[in-house]
């Protein structure tokens, strides 16, 4: 089995997911803002729910975030252990099959 596969491409992949897991992590940090115009909704039922809500939200967000982080960091490593092989194949290349040049 032959892999063709491109260390740019990889880096690039975990841009988004970066920029997701960022946005995952302010929408988690706002859920206290939320909360807190919930309380002045007036009807305590109506707050409990929305604050139960708001918990699993955050506690959801954050699972996501954290895999996102974690899948982003995976394709960088990868990206960088591509990176690394292609430059050695391309110095055992350059050096022939009797060792580096005289």
């Known amino acids: 089995m032959i892999l063709q596969v491109d260390p740019t491409a990889l880096t690039e ?3 988004p997911l970066r920029d997701a897991v960022e946005v995952g992590r302010k929408v ?5 803002e939320l909360a807190g115009q919930l309380a002045r909704c007036g009807s305590e039922q ?3 729910s929305a604050e139960d809500f708001l918990r699993a939200w955050a506690v959801g967000l954050r699972g996501v975030s954290d895999r996102g982080a974690a899948l982003a960091a995976a394709l960088d490593t990868a990206a960088a252990g591509y990176g690394d092989a ?3 194949i391309r110095q055992q290349a350059a050096s022939g099959p009797d060792g580096p040049p005289a």
């Open 13 to 15: 992949a975990g841009r």
């Open 28 to 32: 988690e940090a706002a859920s206290g």
């Open 46 to 48: 109506v707050r409990r």
């Open 86 to 88: 292609e430059d050695r």
